[in-house]
């Protein structure tokens, strides 16, 4: 996958995505195996190449996980926390499966930010949709049901990975959603008795993408 294949990058002047290209390095990780972990000072700017990247927070003592996004092929991952006042990373990321991730170091990273100013206003631009994005998040988690949310999440993941993608688990997908594993599961029995979803595992086809939009509201 090339740079410019990401929606962050999509719309450098070739020249640009080449020089950053030149500065990455490529990561290979293990399901399972953290990419970095919370508190840790920030390093790189991230973009999945292949594979699932799962970011959670833990709580105080260590014990419960809270999944905040999960992100597959051509998102980036680490791109607020570099322009935190403290870098460090506000949260914990581990490769769900078999996963490869392009590292672009930070300070590499801000020098091309100056001197390429195409660079930053995709940055811009790009933080700009992400706060749409969390802000249709919070909205469909204080006004949506939860059968209308996995409907919406089962669509974005079909519009940005295509047929066969990769579901998360019960409790990942739970917490993604403002919700509990039981609910999830309901649904997704519902929604596969319906004929709405196929399933083989953890992988997900949707015969009709229409069908399932007309389910929210």
């Keep these: 996958m090339e740079l410019t294949q990401v929606a962050?990058?999509?719309?450098?002047?070739?020249?640009?995505?080449?020089?950053?290209?030149?500065?990455?390095r490529a990561l290979r990780l293990r399901k399972?195996?953290?990419?970095?972990?919370?508190?840790e000072p920030v390093r790189a700017l991230f973009v999945v190449r292949r594979g699932l990247i799962k970011v959670y927070k833990l709580d105080?003592?260590?014990?419960?996980?809270?999944?905040?996004?999960v992100e597959g092929p051509g998102k980036v991952l680490a791109e607020v926390?570099?322009?935190?006042?403290?870098?460090?990373?506000?949260?914990?990321?581990?490769a769900l499966e078999e996963s490869e991730v392009l590292a672009i170091p930070k300070d590499r990273f801000f020098q091309l930010l100056e001197e390429?100013?195409?660079?930053?206003?995709?940055?811009?631009?790009?933080?700009?949709?992400r706060q749409g994005q969390l802000l249709h998040l919070l909205d469909r988690l204080v006004f949506h049901e939860v059968r209308e949310r996995?409907?919406?999440?089962?669509?974005?993941?079909?519009?940005?990975?295509?047929?066969?993608?990769?579901?998360?688990?019960n409790p990942e997908?739970?917490?993604?959603l403002g919700t509990v594993p039981e609910a999830v599961s309901r649904n997704l029995g519902e929604l596969y008795?319906?004929?709405?979803?196929?399933?083989?595992?953890?992988?997900?086809?949707?015969?009709?993408?229409?069908?399932?939009?007309?389910l929210i509201r």
Excluded: M, N, W
């Design 32 to 39: 399972g195996e953290l990419l970095f972990l919370e508190g």
């Design 116 to 129: 390429r100013p195409p660079l930053a206003r995709a940055l811009i631009r790009y933080l700009a949709r």
């Design 8 to 24: 962050l990058f999509r719309e450098l002047p070739s020249e640009d995505a080449e020089a950053l290209e030149r500065e990455a």
């Design 193 to 214: 008795r319906r004929g709405l979803i196929r399933l083989s595992g953890r992988r997900v086809e949707v015969p009709d993408p229409e069908a399932l939009r007309a």
């Design 173 to 176: 997908l739970a917490a993604l």
């Design 150 to 169: 996995l409907c919406e999440f089962l669509l974005e993941r079909l519009r940005e990975e295509g047929q066969g993608f990769r579901l998360p688990t």
């Design 60 to 69: 105080p003592e260590g014990r419960k996980q809270v999944v905040l996004h």
């Design 81 to 94: 926390a570099l322009f935190l006042d403290r870098p460090t990373y506000p949260a914990s990321a581990e």
